[in-house]
C-alpha cells in the first residue's frame, strides 16, 4: 500500500547554546499513515512532538533516517515534498498579523499560484465555514487567539494541500473556543477528506478528533493504535511499562507511593511493571515520574486484569471499588 507520510528512523539532536550540551530531541521515530488518516501526536512536554512536526514539514532535518510525503523524500527534493503540505503551527506564526483576515487568505492562496478572482468566493465560502465573515476586514493583530487559530486553519484549506499538520491547535484557547475548532477540525477531516497529522499534549482533543494516536516519550514512540482500543486501555486502567533497565526497590517504592504498582518481571535487561490508576491524565503522571527517575520507558501495553485479579485486590484493599467496577 502506498502511503501518504513514510516516516523512518528520523532522529534529531540540538545543541545547548549556553553549555553546549548535546539533547537527542528525537531518538528514531518511524510510522506511516494513509491517505485520509487523522492521527494524533500524544505526549508531554519536552516529548519531541514539535520536533518531529517541524522536521516532517521541512523546517528542520534530521540527523538521520528519511521523510517521505507521498512517496516524495523530504530530504532529496524537499520543495516537491511540501506543495502536499500546509503546516498551522502553534502561536499561529504563519499569518501577516498586521495584514486583515481577507489579506491573509488572499496572500496565501496567491502564493500558491491562484488568482484572487478564482479564490474570492472560495475565501467567502470559508469565512462562512468558519463564522469569520464579521471579521474579514479586521487586522490579524486585533483578533482573539482563538479567532487567529480559526484563520491559520482557514490559510491550511485554502491551500489545497492533501495533508494539514497542526501544532497543538487548542492550546491557550477558552473552553468554549477549544470546543469550537475541534469540532471544526472534525468536520474538515470528514468534508474535505484530508491527512491531519496533529500535535498535543491534551488527551480530549486527541480522542475527539483523532482515529489513531501515537504517544511519544523521551523522543520514542511508546504506543501506536487506534483511538478507541486506547480508550478501552484507559477503562481497563492498567498499564504495563516495560523499562530498559531493572528496577531498584527504591524506586518501586517511590512508584508506589503515588500509584499502585507491581513488579511483573526484574530480570536480564529490563523490568516490567504494571500501574493501576484511577483517572486518566494519571498516566501522564507515570511517565513523569519515571522521568524524574532517570528511567528509560521502551514500551507501554494495555495491561489486562482478569476478574480473579481484581477479586484479589479488592479483597486485600489495595484496588478502590471505583477502578474495580470500570474493569
Ligand atoms: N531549538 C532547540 N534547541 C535546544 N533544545 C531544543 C530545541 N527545541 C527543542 N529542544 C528540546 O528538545 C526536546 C523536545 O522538544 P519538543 O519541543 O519537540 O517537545 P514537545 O513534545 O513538542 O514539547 P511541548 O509539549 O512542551 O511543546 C526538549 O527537551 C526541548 O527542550
Known sequence: ???IIDIQGIKKRYRKRKSKEIIEAVKGVSFKVKRGEVVGLLGPNGAGKTTTIKMMCGLLLPNEGTIKINGIDIGKQRLKALRHISTVLEGNRNL???LTVRENLEYFSGN???SKKA???QIDELLERLNLTHKANEMVNSLSRGMQQKVSIAVALLSNT?????DEPT???DIETSYEVRKLLKDIAKEYNKTILLSSHDMPVVQEICERVIIIN???IVTDERVSDLLDLFDTKAYSFTINSLLSNKDLNEIQKHFMAELETNEGMQSVLTVTITHSEDFYKVIEIFKDMNIDIDKVDRSIIDFEQVFLKIVKGEMKREVAATV
Open 1 to 3: 500500500m502506498e502511503y
Open 96 to 98: 501577516y498579523w498586521r
Open 112 to 114: 500558491r499560484g491562484l
Open 119 to 121: 479564490v474570492s468566493s
Open 162 to 166: 492533501e495533508i494539514i499538520f497542526l
Open 171 to 173: 492550546l491557550g484557547l
Open 218 to 220: 523521551e523522543g520514542r
